[in-house]
Structure formats: structure tokens, C-alpha cells
């Protein structure tokens, strides 16, 4: 059974939505591709950004962000 906060409805989804917009700078749709791709999984999805942050910083390409990169950190 899962808890109301687990729900993409939820308010708290919402914070974490826009914790992700302000600290990482993107938008509503990247996110909801992220939560598409790894689906309702804060720690992947954070994760995601993370290393995708990470590498615009080192300019380094970001084609490289792959689900197994994430999927290290945070295993199914």
C-alpha cells in the first residue's frame, strides 16, 4: 500500500517539483520525462539531474546520462 505522499498528486510532489526546477534549472517537461523514464522514484529522478548537472559543469556530454548511470546509484 502506498502512502498519499507517493502519489504524483500530492503536495509534496509538488515541493519536490520545484526543488528540482530551482536547483537544477529545468523545466516542468524535463522533469515529467525524468519521472516518465525512471518512474516515481525521488532518488533516481534527483539522481538524473544530479549527474546531468554534473557533467554541464566539466562539459562533458550529456548523452552520456543513461538509465545505468542512474540505476548504479539507486538499483530498481
Known sequence: MTKKTDSV??????IFVLGLEQ????TLDEILEAVA??????GKVQSYFEVQ????????????????MVNHWFPA
Open 37 to 42: 523514464r525512471f518512474g516515481y522514484n525521488r
Open 23 to 26: 536547483k537544477y534549472g529545468v
Open 53 to 68: 548537472s554534473y557533467l554541464k559543469k566539466n562539459n562533458l556530454p550529456l548523452e552520456s546520462v543513461g538509465s545505468s
Open 9 to 14: 498528486a500530492s503536495p509534496d510532489f509538488a
